[in-house]
């Protein structure tokens, strides 16, 4: 069992990450912790209650982080996941609150009580993981591995250069990466090519109670053809967790651009290392035929826990 902590925003794929969390027999969920991003803290924190209650998580901490950017203005992604953030699905209201405490002290207390054993896994910004180095910079020592979705080093997709998690706090990204550790990055090169076509859409019908979520939630992000759809891209990083080898990962540098007029947000990726140690394994490859295998056993075996 693969110990981790997920630092999320959810987010319609936050919400069909945590479903895989929650039905893969490989992790021990330890701790969630929220952040500012697809929507307002607010919302991301009662999305994080509502599917902890619904998954069937029990009693799996739910700690609020920061609710904005380190320097910088706001940026949200409503127009994609709708105004609650989890698009066409609706909950139950939670009935269990909130952890006491802040994420960060969240993050920096579950690393030191077992050094080496919790693997990090952030899918929005990384805000909450830059002000946890920053405060106890041995968080990069006890972290078994962390594991992001984020970045590219392609292309963007709120604007040309520059991916939603990274571009929502290019100053909380740049401190992670420079933090000492090495980032596995899971960015749009690969995300992008996990996509619910009609044939996953079709396999996730049958799941009774978990389709309640799955199904609309899918069908918000965007139209499911037989050939493309939305791509589920936080659910990469729960599944490269599960089983590294579905994933090609390249040693990098990885810096992030803080300043540019049109490229602010930008992961700038190289690979020609020229003897420099590198900050990053990033993906370039994804089994999907794999990755959609894993997905939906762990989907099935959560709904056959959650009943109709």
Known sequence: MTKVLID???GIDDAMALALAAGATGLDLVAITTVGGNVDLSLTTANAL?????LGLGDVPVTPGSAGALMHR??????????TGLGGAVLPPPLLAVAEGHAVDCIIDTLRAAPGEVTLVAIGP?????LAVRREPRVVEWARDLVIMGGSFTRGNHNPAAEFNILADPEAAAIVFAAGWTVKMLGLDVTLTAMVTTAELDRMRPLGRLAELLVPAAQFYGEVTEHRGPAI???CAVAYVLDPSLVTMVP?????????EFTRGM????FQLRERRPNALVATALNVSRFWDVVLEAYGRLAARLGD
């Open 126 to 130: 990384l805000t909450n993981l830059a």
């Open 8 to 10: 999320c925003d959810p």
């Open 50 to 54: 509502a599917l902890r209650e619904f």
């Open 233 to 235: 891209h936080d659910a």
């Open 74 to 83: 706001t940026v949200r992604a409503g127009d994609v996941h709708g105004d």
């Open 267 to 270: 992961t700038v990726v190289d």
């Open 252 to 260: 990098a540098v990885v810096n992030v651009e803080t300043i540019g």
